[in-house]
Nanobody, 126 residues
Framework: QVQLVESGGGLVQAGGSLRLSCAAS????????MGWFRQAPGKERERDFV??????????YYVDSVKGRFTISRDNVKNTVHLQMNSLKPEDTALYYC?????????????????WGQGTQVTVDS
């Protein structure tokens, strides 16, 4: 069992930066692919893939719309995952979730993730 707690969300002007963090509890954190998803306003049933990182931290994956602006990283000693978000745009406004999957190198939809945090709100003001 893994419990995930996100932090770092907030209100930022377009072009600004935020760093999201996800703290994980549980002994097997280093075995999981970790991902970030987001749920845009008015799309309560959709959690869209943003980024993922392999269990060893070597491989990273991004949705096209954030490539070059967002960076995912992890620390398997501290059991944390981060999402550095730069050059933020109003369309990045969403509730951001941290998630863990037992599937290695998994970059599929939300259904493949086993553990979820409660989310942290990111609002980008134009």
């Amino acid at each position: 069992q893994v419990q995930l707690v996100e932090s770092g969300g907030g209100l930022v002007q377009a072009g600004g930066s935020l760093r999201l963090s996800c703290a994980a509890s549980g002994r097997k954190f280093s075995r999981y692919t970790m991902g970030w998803f987001r749920q845009a306003p008015g799309k309560e049933r959709e959690r869209d893939f943003v980024a993922a990182i392999s269990s060893d931290g070597v491989n990273t994956y991004y949705v096209d719309s954030v490539k070059g602006r967002f960076t995912i990283s992890r620390d398997n000693v501290k059991n944390t995952v981060h999402l550095q978000m730069n050059s933020l745009k109003p369309e990045d406004t969403a509730l951001y979730y941290c998630a863990g999957s037992q599937l290695q190198h998994y970059t599929g939809p939300a259904g493949g993730y086993d553990y979820w945090g409660q989310g942290t709100q990111v609002t980008v003001d134009s």
